[in-house]
């Protein structure tokens, strides 16, 4: 397994925010998910006041909003830990994504012409283009980059909001599995057929390609978590 990133001191990264306990969770929110804080490990308030050389206010504010979008769990007396999601979790998490992504798919082909889905392709060239790279990182975030560009489409707040807590935590699981993520998105396989589909307005096909490639991804990463567990 790859080395963790070293986790670095000061403030300087976060530079002068006007919210600094967004600033803080931004910050913290890109160690979770490169690795730097490990799914299970506890994120101690001074000490992360001390490494982002800020008071504990605005850390306590950084760990709500990472608890609101699903990336820290806070348990009653014990304190603030990056999430560590079960099989359940994953089983709610892509089965609510798959409700959440057919639907943006139904209202994107019923709102935009063949010009305005066109553009998904490309999306899905800057993630063949990572894949090419050999960036698990980057492969992850195109990938999610994809699902985002599909679910804007829809043009539906509230359908977004819903789906970026999501995208949070399948990220926090390809963090984890980052060493076979390669075998995950081999197994989910490409996504190719979904743009197609919804490029030639055709809704059936679109949402069928979606729930091949999302049930087929659940089914792999459980799959290696349970693993990890044997």
Known sequence: MAARPTRTNGIGALGVPSDLGHA??????????????????????????????TSRGPIRDGLGHLELSGLVV????????????????IAEIYSLRLSLENLAISRAIERCDAGELADLTDALSDLRHAEEAGDRRKVADADMAL????????????????????????????????EVAPEV??????????????????TDKACAAMTSHLTTAQ????????????
């Open 24 to 53: 803080v969770a931004t910050s913290l929110r890109d160690r979770i998910l490169d690795g730097t804080f490990a799914p299970g490990e506890r994120l101690v308030e001074t000490d992360l006041a001390e490494m982002f050389g």
């Open 74 to 89: 806070t348990v009653p007396r014990r304190g603030s830990f990056v999430a560590k999601l079960t099989p359940d979790d």
């Open 147 to 178: 699902h985002r560009a599909i679910v804007s489409k829809a043009n539906h707040d509230r359908l977004a909001t819903a789906w970026e807590r999501l995208a949070d935590q399948t990220l926090l699981l390809m963090t984890e599995l980052a």
């Open 185 to 202: 998105q081999a197994a989910a396989g490409d996504h190719a057929d979904i743009v197609e589909y919804m490029v030639a307005g055709q």
């Open 219 to 230: 089914q792999a990463i459980t799959t290696q978590l349970s693993k990890r567990t044997e």
